[in-house]
DNA sequence: TTCTCTACTGTGAACGCTCACAGAAGCATG
DNA sequence: CATGCTTCTGTGAGCGTTCACAGTAGAGAA
C-alpha cells in the first residue's frame, strides 16, 4: 500500500547502456548528445540509432552536476502579484517565455517572490546556481532582490528599463516615449490643442518615459506645457477618476486627455461623463496599453498596444546570450496606436 | 568581452567545505542536512553554524543524481491555452500552486503542450524523471500525454475530474453537483417554476455534473424535466446566446435559467435583453464561476464561486503526497452561491 | 621509411552528494 | 568480564555525466 507510485517506473537506459547498443564508448555518446564534433558518421549514426531504440533521455542532474550550469532558468516575479496576475498582457509574456525557452529545451520556473520569506529563499535558491538566468518582472525602483542577484553576476533580463540597477542588466521593453509621441500626435491631429496629461507613477521608468514623450510632441507642435494640465496618477482605475476632476477643476477647457494606463482611462471616462462632457465630442480620450479594459470601457478606448509576444521572445533570446557569455544589447521594441472610439 | 556574466561569481562551498569548517565529517552534515535523525546536539549546532558561516547550499544536481528524485514538479497545461490563460481563475490556480510548493522548497517548472511538438516533448521530459510528478490542467476526455504519464506511473494530480484515466489519478476538484444544486435551489426558492438550464460540454464532467445537479433539484421539488427547457452550449459567450434564443423559443414562458458558465450567462443576458424580457423581473439568470464577466455583467451576475485558492492548495498536498509513495484520496470541495442582482 | 598532422575514439577522473556499512563509545544486562 | 543494545560518527562507493588526455589509424610530406 505504500509504493503505489512505483509500479511501473524502471530504471531508465543510461549513456552506458546507449554506448554498448551501439558499439561504442561513453565519451562518443557522449560527443554525439553534444553537437556531433570529432565523430565519423558511421558512429554518429549507431549511437543515434541507439538512442533511438533504449529510448534514452540525457539525465540533465549529472550533466548539470559537472557543467555547473542548471539549463534552466528563473521567471521571477517581484512585483505585487496581483498587479501582474490580473493583467492579461502578464498571461501572454508569460506564455511566450515558456515557449520561446521550451523551443530551447530550457525549462522555466516559475518563481514569486510575494513575503520577505519568500524572497529570501528564492535569492539564495537562484543565487546559489540553481538556474542559469532570470527573466526579471520588477518596475518599481530599487528592487532588493533584483539588485542582490546583479551584485551576485546572475545573468539577468528585465521585462521594461529597471530603475537603480546598474548597466549591467539588459532589459527588453516597448518604446513608452514612442507610443506617447504617437498618441499626443494623434490627439494633436483631431484638432485638440488643450491636451492633459495623466501620468503614471513618476518612480517607474514608463511613467516618466510616457510623460517626456507628451511634453516632447507639444514642444514639437510649438505649444507650451501647461502645469494644469498635467496631473499623476498611478495607473489604478480610482486614481483616474481623481485626476480627471482635477484636471477639470484646473483646466475647465480640457479638449484632449492622454491617460498613461487604459486602467485610470476607465476612471477618466466615469468621471467626465459624469461631469456631463462628451466623450470624444467634447474631450478626447486616449490610453495606453490595450489592456481588455480598453475594449470594455464605453466609448472603446483609443490606446497604444505593447508588442507583449515580441517582447518574451527577445527577453528569452537576449537572456540565453547573457548566459552564452554575450553582452547584448537591450532591445526597444516599437508601440502601436490603436485606433477606436474614445479619440 | 565574452565572460562578462563570470565576474562576480565563484565556487560556491560544498558539503566538504562545511564538514571541515564544523569539524565533522561529510556524512554528519549530510545527516543534518536531512532531518538531523542519529546527529548528537553538539554535532548539530556545529554544523548548522558552519553552513550559516560558509553561505552553504546544498547541490541539487549532486542529490539528485544518487536520489533518483528531483524535487521539482511540473506544472502542466495541455489544454487550448488560449481558453485557460485568458481565465483569470487560472492565475489564482497557478500563483496557489507556485506558492504552495514555495513552503516545501519545490521549484515549480511550467509547461505548455500546445503543439504536438511540443507534447512529444515535454512528455519525453516528464517520463525521463525530471520532475517527481505533474500538476495537471486539462479537463477534456482522452488526453494522450495525461494518458501518456499515467502509463509511465508518473504521479499525477488533476486538476477537475479528469475523463478517460483510470483511478491512478488523483484529482481535485470543485463540487459542480452541489454547486449546480445550491443554484437551482435557489432559483425555485425564488418562486420560479418553469426553470430553464444550458448545459456545458457534455463530454467533460463539469457539463455533466452541473447538469445532474439541476435534474436532481428538479426531482426533490417533485417538477418533471422538461426537454425543451434544456439546452446545450459550450461554455462561450456566444453558445449562450443561441441557447437562450432556443430557450425563448422552445419554451416561451421560462422564467429563470441556470447557465452552466458566467460567460455563456452573458450571452443569455444579451439575447433576453433583446428580446425585451427583464432580468431578474421576467427571467431569473444562474451563472457559474464567479469569472470577472459575472460583475461585468449587467445586470450583476447571480453566480457560483469554485474555491480556487484551496483547490490550488490541495492539489499540491495530494500531489507531494502521492509522490512520497501513499495513496491519498481524492478531494471534492465546496462550492459557494454568490448573490448579485440577476437572480 | 619516417615523421607529422588530422580525424577520430577510449579511459580515468571528477563533479557533490547520499547511502550502506563498519566501527566507536556509553551504558545496562547477563 | 563479556555481551548486547543504542546512539552516534566516519569512510568508501557510486549515482550518470563531461572533460582532459592519451592513444590509434590513416593520409600526406619529407
Redesign the interface.
Known amino acids: ?9 524502471r530504471r ?1 537506459p543510461t549513456i552506458h547502456d546507449v554506448a554498448r547498443e551501439a558499439g561504442v564508448s561513453r565519451g562518443t555518446v557522449s560527443r554525439v548528445l553534444n553537437g556531433g564534433h570529432y565523430v565519423s558518421p558511421a558512429a554518429q549514426e549507431a549511437v543515434n540509432a541507439a538512442i533511438r531504440k533504449t529510448g534514452y ?6 550533466r ?2 559537472i557543467t555547473g550550469r ?1 539549463d ?1 532558468v528563473g ?1 521571477l516575479l517581484t512585483e505585487p ?1 496581483e498587479r501582474f ?2 493583467d ?1 498582457n502578464f ?2 509574456l ?2 511566450g517565455c ?2 520561446a525557452l ?1 523551443a530551447h ?1 530550457v ?6 517572490a ?1 513575503t520577505k520569506d ?1 524572497r529570501r ?2 535569492t ?2 537562484i ?4 538556474v542559469d538566468g532570470v527573466l526579471l518582472v520588477s518596475s518599481h525602483s530599487g528592487d532588493p532582490v533584483a539588485e542582490e542577484l546583479r ?5 539577468l533580463v528585465a521585462c521594461g528599463k529597471p530603475i537603480g540597477l546598474g548597466s ?1 542588466v539588459s532589459y527588453v521593453a516597448a518604446d513608452d516615449r514612442d507610443g506617447a509621441r504617437d498618441m499626443v500626435r494623434h490627439l494633436l491631429s483631431l484638432g485638440r490643442r488643450r491636451v492633459g496629461v495623466v501620468t503614471g507613477p513618476l518612480d517607474t521608468p514608463g511613467g516618466v518615459e510616457r510623460l517626456a514623450g507628451y511634453e516632447e510632441v507639444l514642444d514639437e507642435a510649438g505649444i507650451d506645457v501647461d502645469e494644469r494640465l498635467v496631473v499623476p496618477g498611478d495607473y489604478s482605475r480610482a486614481s483616474g477618476e481623481v485626476a480627471a476632476e482635477r484636471l477639470m477643476a484646473q483646466a475647465p477647457d480640457v479638449d484632449a486627455v492622454f491617460v498613461a494606463s487604459d486602467l485610470m482611462a476607465q476612471g477618466v471616462l466615469a468621471a467626465l461623463q459624469r461631469a456631463g462632457r462628451r466623450v470624444p465630442e467634447d474631450v478626447a480620450v486616449g490610453g495606453f496599453d490595450d489592456s481588455p479594459a480598453a475594449v ?1 470601457a464605453s466609448p472603446e478606448l483609443t490606446t497604444i498596444r505593447q508588442p507583449w509576444d515580441r517582447i518574451s521572445t527577445e527577453m528569452v533570446r537576449v537572456l540565453l546570450a ?2 552564452g ?3 547584448p544589447a537591450t532591445v526597444i521594441l516599437p508601440t502601436e496606436l490603436v485606433k477606436r472610439d474614445s479619440a
Open positions: 500500500m505504500t509504493m503505489s507510485n512505483t509500479g511501473g517506473r531508465p533521455v540525457v539525465n540533465r542532474h549529472a548539470s552536476l542548471s534552466s521567471f502579484q496576475f490580473e492579461p498571461n501572454v508569460l506564455r515558456t515557449q521550451a529545451d525549462p522555466l520556473l516559475l518563481m514569486l510575494g519568500e529563499r528564492i539564495r535558491y543565487t546559489a546556481g540553481h551584485a551576485a553576476g546572475v545573468p549591467k470594455a547573457r548566459i557569455g554575450e553582452d
